[in-house]
């Protein structure tokens, strides 16, 4: 049999593999990054509204009105 009769050569099948490999080795990459990207906006996050928390904490022990919004309730925040 001839590689005329649509039988791909060794040489297509290296690089199809490679291509496949490469895609899903970004793809890793690519996820990991997003989940990185996650759980540090969760940690973020997490940590403005323990300091919210505790300072609601210390008003209330002082007998302070506390009125501040919680995160995400008030102005828009950068």
């Given at each position: 049999?001839?590689?005329?009769?649509?039988?791909p050569?060794?040489?297509?099948?290296?690089?199809?593999?490679?291509?496949?490999?490469?895609?899903?080795?970004?793809?890793?990459?690519?996820?990991?990054?997003?989940?990185?990207?996650?759980?540090?906006?969760?940690?973020?996050e997490?940590?403005?509204?323990?300091a919210?928390?505790?300072?609601?904490?210390?008003?209330?022990r002082?007998?302070?009105?506390?009125?501040?919004?919680?995160?995400?309730?008030?102005?828009?925040?950068?």
């Amino acid at each position: 049999m001839s590689a005329g009769l649509g039988f791909p050569s060794a040489r297509v099948l290296r690089v199809a593999a490679f291509s496949i490999i490469t895609v899903e080795v970004g793809n890793v990459i690519v996820e990991y990054l997003i989940v990185d990207r996650y759980k540090r906006g969760q940690k973020k996050e997490r940590q403005k509204w323990l300091a919210w928390y505790e300072r609601q904490q210390a008003a209330q022990r002082e007998g302070r009105i506390f009125d501040e919004p919680p995160p995400g309730m008030g102005e828009k925040e950068e």
